[in-house]
């Protein structure tokens, strides 16, 4: 902890130095953050994680962003339009967006950006020398590089090979932030530790593992309402610490002015079960909860041709369903979760997601006695012969998984609980190695097709996120369909429409919605709630 602290210190004298040389006030606005996951590269066409996400959003702007209603706004681009058939996006780029400033540039000072940056930026993610993590953005609506020109400086043109209504949600995406091809081409991969973009705030120190420092872009183009230039924070440290519960400690100290999420040992010192924050922290921070586009789900792969599925109880509806009804979601909830997320009692598509209506879609309550009725309807009364089900799961998810199993034990149905580390059990479920396991779907955009996708044919694994290997003519008639349906509140009949045909056929089991859980020190405001949860740090004030 003492090199950690002589760390700090060095950098506290290195911001003093740095932030804003044309102020008269010494007083420096740092914001402070722990990145407990670590960081891997700042480079936006590897923005795979959160972390990176939410770094990559202070350095970088796309053509678009999301406000906290999740609603599609300009940024880079200050309007555009799209064709009748939906096939081509022309976007007019404001004039006053600049680079931060790099040896690169013509004096070191960073230029305009031009629509030619944005072909460049978005042919990035489909070259496959770039190897980027986002192909998967264009790799299946657009032709190639000649889908996207620079029709001049100020107007960019995207060319798609179908419709896909969602495409101004998805371009709201880090992978698609604007960056300047001098400063890449210089750099290559290292541009991973050395960015530049338009963004809020600038690169100027990361010492991976140990702390990074983003300063204050003096040029940066966005203002408040009131005309007073963003951002006003003068710069952002984040910290490496692993331990959740040694950076919440940070937090408590007030070494940390953010803190994102609460699980594991401290949950319980931290909140009643009701959801409210204990007496011991009460008034002591802000806590800030709202849905977070996230379902946490067993999965059941339900293609009977795979040999993973010729002996198991799970190649049976009425097995399937009666798992699904087995579960006291509320308890699991309350006494796991400490109320803290949405009891999975719907369809795939999450609270919180544009077009969400739980009235609409028909998921599953708890009944244990049609749980029962199921088995015996099966061919397994109270669980008489039925093999014994394998539930495969990572150890932070063990509580909820043995929960799930004495849940299931009562109806009769015998599990056995399998730990495995993540990135195994990842690999595991993407080639169809597993037949139960416990998994996540986060937003990549906020748009109900993003979690459609998971269950359409053409998506199976090991190719595409079809982890369950569902297949559905039906379903993916409406999901073409929807392709070609450009009204929101159209669309989204479509996608409960589909979500109600998966559900009725259980390849999954809805445990919950999740909620996020930010914790923010008495003297911070202007921080953004919103279900991707994007850090927003432009609009953050440090008292």
Known sequence: MNKMVACF????????????????????????????????????????????????????????????????????????????????????????????????????????????DVVYSFGRLIDVKVGSSGSWIFSDKVAGLQSFAAINDSTFSIQLKQPFPPMLSLLSSAYCSVVPHEVVNFYGKDFRSHPIGTGPFKFKYWKEGEVLVLLKNEKYWEKDSTGNRLPYLDAVQASFIPDKQTAFMAFIKKDLDFFNGI?????????????????KYKSKFIMVTHPYLNTEYLGMIVDTNLQILKHSPLRLLKIRQAINYAIDRQSMIKYLRNSMCTPGNAGFIPKGMPGFDDKKVAGYNYDPEKARRLLAEAGFPDGKDLPEITLTTVSSYRDLIEYIQGELN???????????????????????????????????????????SVFYSKNKAPFGPNYTVFDSKQFDKLYNQSYHVTNDSARYVLYQQMDNLMMQQSPVVILYYDNLVNLYQNNISGYSVNGMNLLTLKGVKKR
């Not at 699980?263 to 007496?279: A, C, E, P």
């Open 410 to 452: 009562q109806i009769g149905i015998k599990t056995r609980v399998e730990v495995m580390e993540g990135a195994s059990l990842r690999e595991l479920i993407a080639k169809n190695g597993v037949n139960f396991f416990r998994a996540s779907w986060n937003a990549d955009y906020p748009d109900g097709e993003n979690y459609l």
């Open 263 to 279: 699980n594991g040992s401290y949950r319980n010192d931290i909140l009643t079960k009701s959801g409210h924050i204990t007496q």
């Open 9 to 116: 210190w060095a950098i506290s004298v290195l911001l003093i130095s740095s932030c804003s040389n044309n102020s008269t006030d010494n007083h420096k606005t740092v914001f402070n953050i722990n990145l407990d996951d670590g960081l891997t590269s700042l480079d936006p066409a590897f923005a795979r994680n959160q972390n990176a996400i939410w770094m990559d959003n202070q350095l970088y702007n796309g053509l678009v962003q999301l406000d906290d209603n999740l609603k599609v706004k300009p940024c880079i681009a200050k309007n555009w339009e799209i064709s009748a058939g939906g096939l081509q996006y022309i976007f007019h780029l404001r004039n006053d967006v600049y680079f931060q400033d790099d040896g690169q540039f013509k004096n070191g000072i960073g230029r305009k950006v031009t629509a030619a």
